[in-house]
């Protein structure tokens, strides 16, 4: 059973690498097949996702839209990766002007759209005539003709206006409408031909639905300005207003292909992976091989490439390594064997000058699932030169005996860094220090099925991105004395640190063990922060074919949004 | 060896009070001699000398003929030498002749030099050197006529019998480049064992002989010429050391407030010791001394002071409606016998602008709380009287009520706290230093943003609407981190910030309640604009609209009689401008009261009298007392130039009724510069702005020489002269610049006052200017005047120390002629006559 826990935790490891899984599917034949001369643009991909993704422009003020909530109703999660727009469905500008979207960006969008993506354009001093939209693609896709210039007055109300669904509508409006949701500032946009009026403001168009290509737009006319009177709905304060965006973003995505699985890593680019025939070529000398060996046969995860690798990295009968153990472990973790146990605990010995090798050496000892080495790893828990390793270790080996040990050492990580006032509130450089033993030993827990452990994530998660967040900020800033230069240097060591800490987490979660998913269910059920909401889809999304047995129902009763689409 | 050092904090004070020149100033203010000589003989402390790298001279300069020459090397030093010296308790002045020795083309910007004397204790085989008296001294406290040596003078309380092993230290380091900042100076030359010779046989202490030992080897010497010398170096004379008093001093005077408003009260305690070891019964008389020769009694007690110990006495003050400088100047006599006096300056003024001398407000540091007891000192120690809160708000112009106890200030994100921000108003105005706050016309910061959402009108709109690239991440942290001290040195500095609609009155009006508010929480005794409220045209009916919006028709009506009935289209950017000054002036006076001051930054390198347009706003702000300043002077290279822009500015402002306000030459590399600021600044009429190193060492104690004779600076009534006309001259060996300078007014008894300004030429080429930090004093200026009846003449200087000299005028051709005796830097002569 461990075993069996071991191989889905690190190939849903190896997902968050960017390797996918699905290494014969067609996508991955596209990929393999000869490359088109450069300057032919390929053909737009649309590539499938398990839950929709959006991405977002925001301008000031894009908080008061309370798109996390409306997104979080149309199920979808948000996604700042850019560089990979056709893995998203729907594109937001919130109130953002054209000089915060770059023109090849701004051309992308279009193309989008064109190919059947869906876009939301939300109204603000940064939108439409103001934003510089005039001229651009996006006026082209818009449903709507921006008749104010960029100098133009807004029209205002001092009273304002009240929104109301439009009789011709053809979007479900089951939205309490009676709370007489107010807007003061608004943009005066006219429908194009074909466009549909959704919803008005006052007697102008709130919501205009149209087409662009195969794409959907919606213009939102509303700004979040105003200083409503004690009484007035604002429309942002509205209870139904995440439930209306979140609408519009459904149904700009609605006309989204579905795509096809496509293999991705930034790390291994244009490499191919390994052929059956290359791996069975030249008696596996490194000399003989190609180049990328190594990387390419980590795009190939199968038990026979993990045993080549094995032989390359730990050698038996005296033979030197022709490659970093630490290289290869990612490849090796879903097939260790008890039988490796005896050939790594050579690797691992505090003797081995070679560091690396000695931490991947303890890691896939833990996976190989042979008892007798649980003494090796506590041991080794005991040294901070290995000790990150020896909680994956003791993770992979399933040993609950290890559950004190691991819990002790989770405290005596933080204790440098705790604040009387606890919850996120630590001493941010020691929490920093802190913050990859912490998160190795919380996620060994969590593995091994310490029942408090899922609920220790999610505390632990909340102020790791926190505190990411404030290192990445601190870290932007360009002193010129020396001093100043030494603080920031300090700084970005300890963001790096964060850094790590965070991607750990985000990819030890992955897949979520059986015995945690009860204890999983239940913290989904309750859990409001947005950050954490984003994580725990995004965790359930990569663990949903993993947990087939999961009884999701009571977390889909409890909670609504992404997280409820996601357990169904 | 505890000698001087249980008194270490009293001997601190003592050297405080020194360096605010207390004792210094009284010798000649309002014409009397008050040093009373003490029966205990001057003496002078031997230099011994250091162990290489010195040399005997022999200058005829130099006190006994004699010095000690040390040679400046490339690198920072330090230097130790012995003294023999056991004063009696009481009330010294220290004598420091100095002379430098340079060769043409030597930088000796890059001197800096500091003084410190101290004792030496041992503590087993430990040896500690603790200073009773620290002070450095810049080349240009000395006179660079060759041959001339310059005695640094400091008086210091000693109030025991020191003991027989003191030690005078001097560290000279040449500031050479950058790369030494930082670093300790190491020693160079040090005599901390000398070898005992065999003077041993004397019945000394082992100090004594250390000292003697070092004086015999000095004395061993052969002094050589100092013209010899071929490189360069700092000569040093003999130590003098003159008793002020051995019985009672007048150790302080103290008012309370450096600054009141005319009708103020400013209670003065006295503080006087007796160094004698009887209790002794004395008379201590406080007077008031203003304006030249104005002085009247406060009143006179019988006060028994213990031995060897302090009694502090209280006198009631208020002050009338005659503004400017004060000296409060107290004498204590004992058997009807004058013993010895001391005096300290504060001013009277409304608004604060007519003598501001303007602190250093920018407090940007994390965790400045625990330096504001400090920093209040400091100003007070430098004499401003008024100091600015830069970009302490939440936002410039839209929150200045922070509702946290916490928070980063819009521009700059400096970090603040509401203990913090009321802990400096109310330290400083428990000195009488007034706290503005200051504005500038953005919404930033978190709480600006927050502000312009909901009032989106207020704020400018620019391509891409508001604020279009703005680091939102920025805002997303700040809200996250300003209440958790754990992240504070983390944030960011960023400035997130949008400018506002002036054209809108409601912008106005919103920035005035913020105002007001924040005034009323927080004391502000006034505001500068750092932008003034100017602005462009706006349509008539939208103007008019927001009047009646606003519900101040009448208000405006009665502000605006020239504009309010206009029938163009629109109000033209003067009339806007114009309205929002206005109404902020009278929002503020209505609110706060009549001293609440008004400053406006107007930065201009231009002549601005020649520029009517100009003149017209310039007029408008300056209306009811306000304040021009002029920051566009800080970035002027020249000397020469400054002084004009200065000049330029200070008497456009003049003539319309407002007061000036310039900067120091900060980015000069002339090696005057922060002197010369100084001296152009008030010779033009103008005030200074933050911080010009009033504590620093400086040729002259400018800012407490204004805090006293301002008057006759910045009197709005002194108009300027032709010389020609007024039949003034001046002759001198040396190049004086006066003439611009000359001013004059009719005062209140029916005199005509001239004041005439002897400043010493500066350098007018920029690559000598660059090299030189010493001025060449004049000396016997002779100044005549037309004149029909015998003048009454004043020389009045800051340089070494606040002087106050009655001259005697001599019969001249058409008038009457007065010889100034010395000029180093500036100086000045009030000349009344009966017109």
């Given at each position: 059973m461990n075993q069996i826990i071991s191989r889905s935790l690190v190939g849903c490891a190896l997902l968050l690498f960017?390797?996918?899984?699905?290494?014969?599917?067609p996508a991955l034949a596209a990929e393999s097949a000869p490359e088109k001369p450069v300057s032919e643009k390929p053909a737009w991909q649309w590539e499938k996702t398990p839950v929709p993704l959006v991405f977002e422009i925001d301008g000031i003020w894009y908080e008061w839209f309370r798109l996390d909530s409306a997104r979080d109703r149309a199920g979808m999660r948000k996604s700042q990766d850019f560089k990979n727009l056709s893995k998203g469905t729907v594109i937001v500008l919130a109130n953002a002007a054209t000089n915060r979207i770059p023109k090849e960006m701004q051309a992308q969008l279009r193309e989008f759209v064109q190919e059947g993506g869906g876009l939301v354009v939300l109204g603000g001093y940064g939108a439409y005539g103001n934003g510089g939209y005039t001229g651009s693609p996006i006026e082209e896709i818009l449903?709507?003709?921006?008749?104010?210039?960029?100098?133009g007055l807004f029209p205002d109300s001092e009273k304002g206006a009240r929104l109301a669904p439009a009789e011709k509508a053809d979007w479900p409006m089951s939205f309490d409408f009676t709370a007489n949701p107010t807007a003061y500032y608004f943009q005066k946009l006219i429908p194009k031909p074909g466009a549909k009026v959704q919803v008005w403001i006052g007697n102008q168009p709130a919501f205009v639905s149209g087409t662009f290509g195969k794409g959907r737009v919606v213009a939102c006319s509303l700004m979040t300005n105003g200083n409503p009177p004690a009484g007035v709905v604002p429309f942002w304060d509205w209870k139904d207003w995440p439930a209306l965006l979140g609408q519009a973003l459904e149904w700009a995505g609605g006309a989204r292909p579905a795509g096809m699985t496509m293999v991705r890593s930034a790390e291994t680019g244009s490499l191919k992976p390994l052929s059956e025939n290359e791996l069975n070529s030249g008696g596996l000398s490194m000399e003989s091989l190609p180049k990328d060996f190594v990387k390419r046969a980590l795009l190939r995860p199968d038990e026979k490439t993990a045993l080549a690798l094995l032989d390359l990295a730990a050698p038996t009968g005296g033979d030197e390594a022709r490659c970093g153990l630490d290289t290869v472990l990612t490849a090796l973790l879903p097939y260790a064997k008890p039988a490796w146990a005896a050939r790594l605990g050579t690797l691992a010995e505090d003797m081995n000058p070679n560091l690396k090798t000695r931490q991947a050496a303890l890691t896939l000892m833990g996976a190989c699932s042979e008892p007798s080495v649980y003494p090796t790893l506590m041991k080794a828990l005991k040294d901070k030169a290995v000790q990150l390793a020896a909680m994956d270790g003791l993770s992979y080996l399933g040993k609950v005996e290890a559950i004190p040990e691991l819990k002790a050492q989770f405290e005596a990580a933080l204790k440098p860094a705790r604040l009387p006032e606890g919850g996120d509130r630590w001493k941010a450089a020691p929490f920093a220090e802190a913050s990859l033993p912490a998160v190795h030993a919380a996620i060994a827990l969590y593995r091994l099925g310490d029942p408090e452990a899922v609920e220790r994530l999610g505390t632990l998660a909340s102020s790791l991105e926190l505190y990411v967040r404030i290192f990445w900020n601190a870290s932007n800033r360009w002193p010129k004395d020396p001093q100043g230069q030494a603080i920031l240097k300090e700084i970005k060591e300890q963001r790096d640190l964060l850094d790590a800490a965070w991607a750990t987490l985000q990819s030890g979660l992955v897949p979520i063990p059986e015995s945690q998913a009860s204890a999983f269910i239940k913290y989904a059920a309750r859990v409001e922060h947005p950050v954490i909401v984003e994580l725990i889809a995004q965790t359930m999304e990569r663990s949903a074919d993993r947990l087939p047995?999961?009884?999701w129902t009571a977390l889909a009763k409890a909670k609504s949004g992404i997280i409820t689409k996601m357990s169904k | 060896m505890p000698i001087l050092w249980w008194e270490t904090s009293r001997l601190t004070m003592c050297v405080r009070q020194n360096m605010w020149r207390g004792l210094a100033g009284l010798a000649f203010c309002g014409g009397l001699s008050l040093i009373f000589t003490s029966p205990v003989a001057a003496g002078v402390m031997k230099l011994t000398r250091p162990a290489e790298g010195s040399a005997v001279i022999e200058d005829v300069g130099a006190p006994g003929g004699k010095g000690l020459a040390i040679k400046i090397e490339e690198k920072p030093g330090n230097l130790v030498f012995g003294l023999q010296w056991t004063p009696a308790p009481g009330l010294y002045r220290v004598g420091l002749p100095l002379r430098l020795h340079l060769k043409p083309g030597f930088n000796s910007r890059r001197l800096k030099m500091k003084a410190a004397f101290g004792t030496v204790e041992k503590d087993g085989g430990k040896q500690g050197e603790k200073s009773w008296l620290t002070f450095p001294i810049s080349p240009s406290q000395l006179d660079a006529t060759p041959g001339v040596w310059t005695v640094l003078s400091h008086s210091v309380t000693i109030d025991a019998v020191s003991g027989k092993e003191l030690t005078l230290s001097y560290s000279f380091a040449e500031d050479k480049v950058a790369k030494n900042q930082g670093k300790r100076a190491k020693s160079v030359f040090v005599v901390k064992k000398p070898k005992l010779n065999d003077l041993d046989t004397l019945d000394e202490s082992p100090a004594q002989k250390e000292g003697m030992d070092v004086v015999n080897r000095i004395g061993a010497d052969a002094p050589v010429p100092v013209e010899s010398l071929d490189y360069a170096a700092i000569l040093v004379g003999d130590v003098s050391l003159e008793p002020?008093?051995?019985?009672?001093?007048?150790?302080k005077v103290w008012p309370e407030y450096v600054h009141v408003y005319p009708g103020g009260s400013n209670p003065v305690v006295v503080t006087v010791r007796n160094f004698t070891a009887q209790e002794t019964e004395a008379v201590v008389t406080l007077e008031m001394k203003t304006g030249l020769a104005e002085s009247a009694p406060v009143g006179e007690q019988r006060v028994r002071v213990p031995a060897s110990g302090v009694v502090r006495v209280p006198f009631a003050w208020k002050a009338g409606t005659r503004d400017y400088g004060y000296a409060a100047m107290a004498i204590v006599s004992v058997a009807g016998k004058p013993v010895h006096s001391n005096a300290e300056y504060f001013s009277v003024s409304t608004p604060i602008w007519k003598t501001a001398i303007q602190g250093n407000g920018f407090l940007d540091w994390y965790g400045r709380e625990s330096t504001i007891p400090e920093h209040v000192d400091g100003i007070r120690r430098s004499y401003c009287n008024v100091e600015e809160a830069f970009s302490w708000q939440p936002s410039s112009w839209t929150d200045l009520n922070p509702t946290q106890n916490d928070w980063w200030a819009g521009q700059c994100d400096f970090h603040n706290s509401r203990k913090g921000l009321q802990d400096w108003v109310a330290l400083s105005h428990s000195n009488g230093i007034k706290m503005i706050t200051y504005s500038w016309a953005t919404a930033s910061g978190k709480r600006g943003f927050d502000i312009g959402r909901r009032f989106p009108d207020t704020l400018c709109r620019e391509t891409g609407g508001i604020a279009p690239q703005i680091d939102l991440n920025d805002l997303d942290v700040y809200d996250i981190g300003h209440d958790r001290p754990e992240l504070w040195e983390y944030h960011s500095g960023n400035w997130l910030s949008n400018f506002m609609n002036l054209g809108l009155l409601r912008t106005i009006h919103m920035h005035a309640e913020e105002v007001i508010k924040s005034a009323k929480t927080f004391g502000w005794d006034g505001i500068r604009f750092d932008y003034p409220p100017s602005w462009s045209p706006m349509g008539t009916a939208d103007v008019q609209r927001e009047f009646e919006m606003l519900g101040v028709k009448d208000v405006i009506k009665e502000l605006m009689p020239e504009d309010f009935a206009s029938t163009n289209a629109v109000w033209s950017g003067e009339a806007i401008s114009r309205r929002n000054v206005r109404y902020f002036r009278y929002l503020f006076k209505k609110e706060l009261g009549e001293n609440f001051a008004l400053s406006y930054n107007v930065g201009s390198l231009v002549q601005v009298h020649t520029n009517k347009p100009l003149m017209v706003w310039f007029g408008e702000m300056s209306r009811n007392q306000g304040q021009l300043m002029n920051e566009a002077i800080r970035g002027v290279g020249s000397i020469p130039h400054y002084a004009d822009v200065a000049l330029w500015h200070a008497e456009a402002v003049r003539t319309l009724g407002g007061y000036s306000c310039v900067f120091q030459a900060e980015r000069s590399p002339d090696g005057l510069a922060s002197v010369y600021s100084a001296v152009f600044t008030f010779a033009s009429g103008a005030h200074p702005y933050l911080d010009y190193g009033w504590l620093g060492a400086k040729p002259g104690f400018y800012s407490q020489f204004m805090t006293r004779y301002g008057e006759y600076c910045w009197d709005l009534a002194l108009a300027p002269v032709a010389a020609e006309k007024v039949g003034l001259s001046v002759e001198s060996k040396l190049p004086l610049l006066w003439e611009p300078y000359l001013r004059q007014r009719q005062t209140g008894d029916g005199l005509l006052q001239t004041v005439v300004h002897l400043i010493s030429a500066p350098e007018a080429d920029p690559a000598k200017a660059a090299l030189k930090s010493q001025g060449q004093w004049s000396r016997a200026v002779l100044v005549r005047k037309t004149c029909k009846s015998e003048p009454d003449v004043w020389f009045l200087t800051a340089e070494p120390e606040l002087t106050a000299i009655r001259l005697r005028p001599e019969k001249s051709d058409k008038g009457y002629a007065v010889t100034v005796p010395s000029v180093h830097f500036w100086s000045m002569l009030v000349w009344s006559e009966k017109p």
């Open positions: 960017g390797f996918s899984p699905a290494v014969n599917s449903p709507v003709l921006i008749t104010e210039s960029r100098t047995k999961a009884d | 002020i008093t051995t019985t009672l001093a007048v150790e």
